[in-house]
């Protein structure tokens, strides 16, 4: 696991580190969707039969922490009206858009656990770390990271 839940005053937040920018946006999306979830229906979502699609957002003068907020909007709007739970995605980011093949399954076969209502801008980050930058941790809950290397931040309004 790369994703953490990062403790905060009245609602969720989630950090993630990475090798890539690609890689962060799944790291931080597969933490927005278990944190919804119940423990057994994390355990279970491989058993359900899945669909493939391909999902995008547009990104706006390269800002990829705005391209964050968009994706998980997208993947909550998707998971909530929709009803295509992702389980699955390899990201491709260009200077326009962000890109995704995805795996989805039914979500009206699943119970969540936690209503998110919105994706804050609130201490958004989505940024590379350079060598031998260290993004402080939070004593026995998340871990310091060290660059290089790619670092996230969302908090979620639930």
Known sequence: MSWWI??????IGIRAFSTSPSDLLREVTFGLQSIQLSEEDNDQITTINCHSGRWSVPLFE???E???VLWL???LFYGSIEDK???DASFKISSNSIDAQVSWID???LTR?????AVTMHELMFKEISDNEVVEGIEGVIPAFEGPGWAA???LDV
């Open 73 to 75: 909007e997208e993947v």
């Open 153 to 155: 931040q969302v908090v």
């Open 62 to 64: 390269s800002d990829l």
């Open 66 to 68: 705005r391209g964050l």
């Open 107 to 109: 979500s009206k076969l």
């Open 113 to 117: 656990e936690i209503e998110i209502k």
């Open 6 to 11: 990062l403790p905060t005053t009245a609602d």
């Open 85 to 87: 739970w992702l389980i």
